[in-house]
């Protein structure tokens, strides 16, 4: 009797069901996705997937296939509202993935001229970032959270360490003032936490429209007020969405970056033997655990073969990062030295824009708490360890770690302006309720 070909699909996987879609959510999904993937490849260099109830897409798992796809701007679009099962209301409206899928007016669902005007701004303006006060900026950020944990012995590397260090870094960065900062803080926290996520979202867009008017009226030398100096000449509006897409693009990513770079870090000990362990280890995460593992979303123009596989036009069609840097095809490229053509960062016209500032604060991050926390190791068994739910990023839910206590003295900072905070906004921080939010701490404490 023959023997099938095909591998068994994962326990909980439901790819037996009549359209023989993979879904790519659930405590399941989540444990073991490269179970998944491994499943997902017996499909094709695609694969039919559900991205939560109701949600159907093509998945790429071929590395060659992605790269054709990201590279390939004419025969698919990242206009959002091409979207055909969005629009013809077969997509549930409260479905949880739509609020990262739905169109806005940023880079990252233009095409064409607009895509280039938009991108090239943001490009330009992230390059005037000087990178010697990035990672002066980072170290002061990675010591003002040490210091709220150091001499407790113990914390929560993700929630206590590398959840908060990129928004610190980015409001430094725009040149927020302490009020704005911390509903920024609070808005992408409580938007990705799924913590009231619409309040939370209305609150970032509202703090981010007075952030641009702060810099309509008084630029700095920030981010946000290159933007508007580039002559691009965005609008209020255009200025608005271009922010929040950096700053919310800047936050999730670099947060899974940091802490699973931690996680292969303390779970590895072959990384304690070799020199320059941090860049490797990074190398390795974004290769084998990538911070974002299936994205990259587009929409045929019109019905087509690709892949071997019929698309119809406004189909949903996703890149599995995670899938093509692990797949047969690249172990090769792999050993032979070619350690960064991995599709971490994307590729083509939407490739990350800031892939080199993120890696420099990652690096900083990790270097810094490692220097203070020498002894640093894993409070808890590995395969206790569980992972964030969801089709898109790819991030612990927490990072317990022990090490002998320590005290963070900060050097005396030069004071600065800041707007005063408001007394009736508060930030919730730990499950307290203080006057202020974190960003005003963290700009109290560096200039105390």
Known sequence: MEQPTAPVPPPGCPAHQADGRVPLYGPEFAADPQAYY???????????VELAPGVEATLVTDYSFALQLLQDSGSFRKDARRWRDLNEGSVPADSPVVPLL??????????????????????????????????QTTEQVSNYLISQFGSRGSADLLGDYAKQLPLFVFNELFGCTADIGDRVVFGITGMFDGVNAEQAV??????????????????????????????????DEEMVHQVALLLVAGNEPLRNLIGNTLHRLLTHDAYAHQGGLIDEAIDDTLW????????????????????????????????????????????????????????????????????EPARQITVTAIENLLNKLPDVELAVPTESLTWRPGPFNRGLTVLPAKFSPVQIVQRPAPARKEAPVRPQYTAPTGGRNERGGVWSQFLNWLTR
């Open 202 to 235: 209305g609150v970032m867009f509202g703090a981010i429209g007075e952030l641009v008017a702060l810099k309509r009226s008084k630029p700095g030398d920030d981010v946000p007020s290159w933007l508007m100096q580039h002559p691009a000449k965005l609008t």
């Open 288 to 355: 084998e655990n990538p911070p974002m593992q299936n994205l990259g979303a587009h929409y045929p123009v019109s019905d087509m073969e690709f892949a071997g596989q019929k698309l119809h036009a406004g189909d949903l069609v996703l890149v599995s990062y995670a899938a093509a840097n692990t797949g047969p095809a690249l172990t090769a490229a792999r050993q032979a030295g070619s350690n960064r053509a991995h599709l971490a960062w994307s590729a083509g016209p939407h490739a990350c824009p800031s892939k």
């Open 38 to 48: 491994t499943y997902l490849r017996h499909y094709g260099p695609t694969a039919p």
């Open 102 to 135: 739905a169109y806005r007016p940023n880079a990252m669902f233009s095409d064409g001229a607009e895509h280039h005007r938009l991108r090239q701004a943001i490009t330009d303006s992230m390059a005037r970032v000087d990178s010697r006060k990035l990672s």
